[in-house]
Nanobody, 113 residues
Framework: EVQLVESGGGLVQPGGSLRLSCAASGFTFKDYTMMWVRQAPGKGLEWVSTIDSGGGSTMYAASAKGRFTISRDNTKNTLYLQMNSLKPGDTAMYYC??????RGQGTQVTVSS
């Protein structure tokens, strides 16, 4: 069974940082492109970032570029999202996703003073 378990969310002040993690199991993690998506209250799902299977190629939404960094450790079957310079507009539930197949249960990020 494919499982994705996110962690690392929380309440942070504007300008702060958080590092999200996603522990993957039930599939050969190193063979798959992975992504982060988010959903703000009352809004639809928004793509945030994608990383290829080897970690050498990344893409970011305009809202994340320059502030967020996606990475992965294929020896630990773990996906990461380092988020810096957080803004209130980044408040959302963050999900890791094995594209087109599985999404985790999410971790809440709240940016507020």
């Amino acid at each position: 069974e494919v499982q994705l378990v996110e962690s690392g969310g929380g309440l942070v002040q504007p300008g702060g940082s958080l590092r999200l993690s996603c522990a993957a199991s039930g599939f050969t993690f190193k063979d798959y492109t992975m992504m982060w998506v988010r959903q703000a209250p009352g809004k639809g799902l928004e793509w945030v970032s994608t990383i290829d299977s080897g970690g050498g190629s990344t893409m970011y939404a305009a809202s994340a570029k320059g502030r967020f960094t996606i990475s992965r450790d294929n020896t630990k079957n773990t996906l990461y999202l380092q988020m810096n310079s957080l803004k209130p507009g980044d408040t959302a539930m963050y999900y890791c996703e094995k594209p087109s197949t599985t999404r985790g249960q999410g971790t809440q990020v709240t940016v507020s003073s």
